[in-house]
């Protein structure tokens, strides 16, 4: 079983950067794809960006590509999620998690995902 702790978030501006952390124990980390995903108060937890297990396929939501970049390195059982241009419809608490079976990818249903973090609150002031 994989357990994830996410850090790195904050209260930042409009316009800033920020970079989460999601720190995996597990034997099975390297073999799991990863997402992160984000739910803002009143809303359902949404997809926001996944990366396969080899660390070389990645995909966004639309309102966050060209300015997230999610990445991985398995040698540390770490994950990232480097956000910039931040804005105000960015504010949300921001999980890690894995997929729930290993060697999958493509699904962005928070079905398919297991083993999530407590969250970190991400808060862009306009």
């Known amino acids: 079983q994989v357990q994830l702790v996410e850090s790195g978030g904050g209260l930042v501006q409009a316009g800033d950067s920020l970079r989460l952390s999601c720190a995996a124990s597990?034997?099975?980390?390297?073999?799991?794809?990863m997402g992160w995903f984000r739910q803002a108060p009143g809303q359902e937890r949404e997809f926001v960006a996944g990366?396969?297990?080899?660390?070389?396929?990645?995909r966004y939501l639309d309102s966050v590509e060209g300015r997230f970049t999610i990445s991985r390195d398995n040698a540390k059982n770490m994950g990232y999620l480097e956000m910039n241009m931040l804005n105000a419809q960015d504010t949300a608490v921001y999980y890690c998690?894995?997929?729930?079976?290993?060697?999958?990818?493509?699904?962005?249903?928070?079905?398919?995902?297991?083993?999530w973090g407590q969250g970190t609150q991400v808060t862009v002031s306009s």
């Open positions: 990366i396969d297990w080899t660390g070389r396929v990645t």
């Open positions: 998690a894995v997929r729930n079976l290993r060697w999958s990818w493509g699904s962005r249903a928070t079905r398919d995902f297991e083993s």
């Open positions: 597990g034997a099975t980390f390297s073999q799991r794809s």
